[in-house]
């Protein structure tokens, strides 16, 4: 059995920054492809910012420059530093993990964690 978890959010002020942990527990063999995607109420699950095994990163347009995703194979793990946090950035944040693991392979995703940007 493989897990996913996120940890780091909370309640920001607009402008400041937060550093989410997505981490992969469990009997994994391989972790692929990490990825970010982001929810809010009413919305469909939107893509945030990936990351390869070898370190390319792909951004959505509404967070470029402002967010980091990055990754750390040793320990399963993959990070967003966001910075400059706007309002309209407040979501539930899920982590995406392409696991290769005894019995097969594929994306494990976390339960998500919540960000909020409000004074």
């Known amino acids: 059995q493989v897990h996913v978890y996120e940890s780091g959010g909370g309640l920001v002020q607009p402008g400041g920054s937060l550093r989410l942990s997505c981490t992969g527990s469990?009997?994994?063999?391989?972790?692929?492809?990490m990825a970010w995607y982001r929810q809010t109420p009413g919305k469909e699950r939107e893509f945030v910012a990936d990351?390869?095994?070898?370190?390319?990163?792909n951004y959505a347009d509404s967070v470029q420059s402002r967010f980091t995703i990055s990754r750390d194979n040793s320990i399963h793990t993959m990070y967003l530093q966001m910075n400059s946090l706007k309002s309209e950035d407040t979501a539930v944040y899920y982590c995406?993990?392409?696991?290769?693991?005894?019995?097969?392979?594929?994306?494990?995703w976390g339960q998500g964690i919540q960000v909020t940007v409000s004074t």
């Open positions: 990351i390869t095994t070898g370190g390319l990163t």
């Open positions: 469990g009997n994994i063999y391989r972790v692929g492809m």
């Open positions: 995406d993990m392409d696991l290769t693991r005894r019995g097969g392979s594929g994306d494990v």
